[in-house]
């Protein structure tokens, strides 16, 4: 009776770790396989969306809204306002506001060969765990005065912001849209914060935790947040950014 208790605990073991090995092994490769080949797949569809000519479809009414709409949720205030001018002096038009969970941008980081859409809104379902980049709702839409700021995961489902603490002063964050190519030049870092410090994303980015991390003046920002250390979501790490070229399509 004793063996057979023993085998029968042993076996309730290696069952045990077997399920644990199988829930590891989707969270760390299936999720990032899955999350990955679908963010290829939306940067492509608006590749091919924006190459063809701009007018409303059928149904539309043009001022960027609709029935997926959440009431006001993750507009821009200043969405629809012109855009800066670009270093040649030319004037990119503005895209309408995007709907909640829609993807209408993509971030292009040289350093990190990083090339995912950005979608409006950061919640995990509909944007994060698509591997798919988030817009915090009420900030500055891309190349907008104040700041334009992003979530994304740093581990597991695509984890598109897992390296960007290798970002440097002076590398490149590409945001494109349908209208504009806005190139912002990294320039600050913050490697540990709170995840409540709401400052990092505010207009000006300052943070509350640290007040020596930050800004002072107005300007057009971009801001990427993620959590850190690796593997849990104790801290945010922080890179900020600021505006220097729009590029019209």
Same mark, same amino acid.
């Given at each position: 009776?004793?063996?057979?208790g023993l085998w029968t605990g042993a076996e309730v073991v290696v069952t045990l770790g077997a399920v644990l090995l199988l829930l590891v092994v989707h969270q760390l490769w299936w999720?990032? %396989?899955?999350?990955?080949?679908d963010a290829e797949h939306r940067v492509q569809a608006l590749e091919r969306e924006w190459s063809e000519p701009q007018g409303l479809k059928d149904g539309e009414s043009g001022d960027g809204g609709g029935a997926g709409d959440r009431a006001g949720s993750g507009r821009a205030?200043? #969405? =629809?306002a012109p855009v800066g001018r670009s270093s040649a002096g030319r004037t990119a038009a503005p895209s309408a506001a995007p709907r909640w969970d829609q993807a209408y941008a993509v971030i292009r980081i040289p350093r990190l060969g990083l090339t995912a859409p950005v979608a409006q809104g950061i919640g995990k379902r509909g944007v994060l765990d698509k591997g798919y980049v =988030?817009?915090?709702? %009420?900030?500055a839409q891309p190349g907008r005065p104040g700041n334009f700021a992003l979530a994304g995961h740093r581990n597991t489902h695509g984890e598109p912001f897992r390296y960007i603490n290798r970002l440097?002063? =002076?590398?490149r964050i590409d945001i494109e849209t349908r209208d504009a190519v806005y190139t912002y030049t990294v320039d600050r870092t913050l490697g540990q914060t709170s995840a409540r410090d709401s400052g990092v994303i505010a207009a000006v980015p300052r943070s509350n935790v640290k007040p020596y991390a930050g800004y002072g003046t107005p300007g057009s920002y971009v801001t990427l947040t993620t959590c850190t250390p690796e593997f849990t #979501?104790?801290?945010r790490l922080v890179v900020w950014g600021m505006l220097t070229d729009v590029r019209a399509r």
């Amino acid at each position: 009776m004793a063996a057979r208790g023993l085998w029968t605990g042993a076996e309730v073991v290696v069952t045990l770790g077997a399920v644990l090995l199988l829930l590891v092994v989707h969270q760390l490769w299936w999720t990032n %396989r899955q999350a990955r080949a679908d963010a290829e797949h939306r940067v492509q569809a608006l590749e091919r969306e924006w190459s063809e000519p701009q007018g409303l479809k059928d149904g539309e009414s043009g001022d960027g809204g609709g029935a997926g709409d959440r009431a006001g949720s993750g507009r821009a205030a200043d #969405s =629809g306002a012109p855009v800066g001018r670009s270093s040649a002096g030319r004037t990119a038009a503005p895209s309408a506001a995007p709907r909640w969970d829609q993807a209408y941008a993509v971030i292009r980081i040289p350093r990190l060969g990083l090339t995912a859409p950005v979608a409006q809104g950061i919640g995990k379902r509909g944007v994060l765990d698509k591997g798919y980049v =988030g817009h915090y709702p %009420r900030t500055a839409q891309p190349g907008r005065p104040g700041n334009f700021a992003l979530a994304g995961h740093r581990n597991t489902h695509g984890e598109p912001f897992r390296y960007i603490n290798r970002l440097r002063r =002076g590398d490149r964050i590409d945001i494109e849209t349908r209208d504009a190519v806005y190139t912002y030049t990294v320039d600050r870092t913050l490697g540990q914060t709170s995840a409540r410090d709401s400052g990092v994303i505010a207009a000006v980015p300052r943070s509350n935790v640290k007040p020596y991390a930050g800004y002072g003046t107005p300007g057009s920002y971009v801001t990427l947040t993620t959590c850190t250390p690796e593997f849990t #979501s104790r801290y945010r790490l922080v890179v900020w950014g600021m505006l220097t070229d729009v590029r019209a399509r």
